[in-house]
């Protein structure tokens, strides 16, 4: 009888090697525990060491590889069809790039819900607001030309770019912008209801009587 290996996978699995093992990227079930260990230290992948990012890998390549390995064995397979590995370097500096970053989301979450809130209750009147914040602060009547109004139409700019995550051809980071991710959700909607569509029609044409 032969022996069954269950391998699970998920959907965005991070490593923080570049030579990436089986045991790495997937949860391995097999009654045979020589087989198991011989599985859980198998090469999958060696990345560059220089360059983190992601990478699209497929459950059929890791099929291949292990039959490759042991071509007797049945492998059922659990989870995610694709998948995508993330390579991330660890050390000090990202540690410490980790921490300002969280610090400084944290900053920007405190200070935007303040001045959301300063704006609500101004009725969404940004100018009026920012008259009242600049004569507490610096007791002069605001001329409507501050720092204040400045920074704020710099910001506005720079929120828009990060969020759509591109300025012009290029691009801030590898990750899809907004604009991407609702285009794969309305393909991903279109295919859904074309095969739904056929299904209906298919299952209406087999009721008809002849």
Same mark, same amino acid.
């Given at each position: 009888?032969?022996?069954?290996?269950?391998?699970?996978?998920?959907?965005?699995?991070?490593?923080h090697h570049p030579h990436v093992y089986?045991?790495? !990227?997937?949860?391995?079930?097999?009654?045979?525990?020589?087989?198991?260990?011989?599985?859980?230290?198998?090469? $999958?992948?060696?990345l560059d060491p220089e360059k983190p990012g992601r990478y699209v890998m497929t459950a059929m390549d890791l099929v291949d590889l292990i039959q490759k390995k042991e071509p007797e064995l049945t492998i059922a397979h659990i989870g995610e069809p694709d998948f995508i590995l993330t390579y991330k370097k660890t050390g000090v500096s990202h540690q410490l790039f980790h921490i300002v970053k969280t610090a400084f989301v944290c900053l920007i979450s405190f200070f935007g819900a303040a001045f959301s809130i300063m704006t609500f209750n101004t009725d969404a009147d940004v100018g009026k607001l920012f008259r009242q914040i600049y004569e507490q602060i610096t007791g002069s009547v605001s001329n409507g030309f501050t720092i204040l109004e400045i920074t704020y139409? !710099?910001?506005l700019g720079l929120g828009v770019l990060f969020f759509f995550n591109h300025f012009s051809r290029v691009?801030?980071?590898?990750?899809?912008?907004?604009?991407? $991710?609702?285009?794969?959700?309305?393909?991903?909607? $279109?295919?859904?209801?074309?095969?739904?569509d056929i299904n209906r029609k298919q299952a209406a044409d087999h009721q008809e009587p002849s």
């Open positions: 009888m032969n022996d069954t290996l269950y391998l699970q996978l998920g959907q965005n699995i991070e490593v089986l045991q790495d !990227i997937a949860r391995l079930s097999c009654t045979n525990a020589k087989l198991l260990n011989r599985l859980r230290v198998l090469p $999958v992948a060696n139409s !710099i910001g691009k801030i980071t590898s990750d899809p912008s907004p604009m991407q $991710v609702q285009m794969r959700i309305y393909e991903d909607q $279109v295919n859904s209801t074309v095969i739904e």
